[in-house]
Nanobody
């Protein structure tokens, strides 16, 4: 069983930056694909970014490509999301998630951290 705890959310002005972190415990972190998702008020949860178990491959949604960077440190069991050039439409609760190798669905989720971007 993997536990995920996000941190780093907050209030920022448009054009600013935030760095989200997700700390994992209770599993073999390096064996999981890690992802970030978000849910804006009144909207469905949407994919933001994911990173392979080794960190060698990353993938982003079109809405954040070029502005957000996902990274991981397998020695520290953490995955980060650096968010630059933030826009009001990035306002959402951001969730960290883990997907075991060979699985299609993400098996484990954090509780979420709020990101609010003011215009």
């Amino acid at each position: 069983q993997v536990q995920l705890v996000e941190s780093g959310g907050g209030l920022v002005q448009a054009g600013g930056s935030l760095r989200l972190s997700c700390a994992a415990s209770g599993g073999t972190f390096s064996s999981y694909v890690m992802g970030w998702f978000r849910r804006a008020p009144g909207k469905e949860r949407e994919f933001v970014a994911r990173i392979s178990w080794s960190g060698g491959t990353t993938y982003y949604s079109d809405s954040v490509k070029g502005r957000f960077t996902i990274s991981r440190d397998n020695a520290k069991n953490t995955v980060n999301l650096q968010m630059n050039s933030l826009k009001p439409e990035d306002t959402a609760v951001y969730y960290c998630a883990a997907r075991a190798r060979g699985e299609v669905e993400y098996n484990y989720w954090g509780q979420g951290t709020q990101v609010t971007v003011s215009s």
